[in-house]
Every structure is written in C-alpha cells, then in structure tokens.
C-alpha cells in the first residue's frame, strides 16, 4: 500500500523556518518525481516545488523561489521542503504526491496518484 505521510509543519513567526518531511512507503521511492503542492484557507491547490527521481532536476512557483529548496534522501525514501524566511502568505496545508507514471520529471500535465495527509504550516506572530 503505497503512503505518504507529512510532518514538520506548526506555527512559526515571519522571517522563520521549517522543514517539512514527507516519509513514503509501498513504492520504489527513487523511481518517481514528487511534488509539494498547498493550499491556503478558503483558496484552491497551489503548485509549490517538483524534484525529478534522481533530485538534479527541480523547478519551484515563483512565489517561493529563493527561499524554498525541495530535496529528497532516495535511500531513506524521504522527501523534504526546507522553508526559510516565512511570510504570512505562506499560511497553508502542505501536500507532497508522488507522479503517477514512472518517469524522470514529472510536469504539471502530469498526474499525480497518491496525495498525503497534509501537514499544516502558520505563519504569524
């Protein structure tokens, strides 16, 4: 049974950090591109971060460009998304999903098939 499941997330002042986890089991890790995607209170799914299988790869939405960086341990089947200088629109509930087929890098016409539970980050002070 494949699972993803977030951790790391709470509240945190602007200007902070935190590193989000995403821990995946029931599938070869290291053979699918995974994404960050969030979404804001009262506000749809926004695309934050995609990393290829092998992590050379990466593209990010502009609005994190910068101060996010999307990585992954292949070996602890892992997938992180270290954030730094926080702001208040950064206030969501983060997904990572693992890229249905796999390939390489996983677009944006891509489907994703499995989704984990969310993890909530609040940025405030």
């Known amino acids: 049974e494949v699972q993803l499941v977030e951790s790391g997330g709470g509240l945190v002042q602007p200007g902070g950090s935190l590193r989000l986890s995403c821990a995946a089991s029931?599938?070869?890790?290291?053979?699918?591109?995974m994404k960050w995607v969030r979404q804001a209170p009262g506000k749809g799914l926004e695309w934050v971060s995609t990393?290829?299988?092998?992590?050379?790869?990466?593209n990010y939405a502009d609005s994190v460009k910068g101060r996010f960086t999307i990585s992954r341990d292949n070996a602890g089947n892992t997938l992180y998304l270290q954030m730094n200088s926080l702001k208040p629109e950064d206030t969501a509930v983060y997904y990572c999903a693992k890229c249905k087929l796999d390939i390489d890098y996983c677009g944006a016409h891509r489907e994703y098939d499995y989704w984990g539970q969310g993890t909530q980050v609040t940025v405030s002070s």
């Open positions: 029931g599938f070869t890790f290291s053979t699918y591109a």
């Open positions: 990393i290829n299988r092998g992590g050379g790869r990466i």
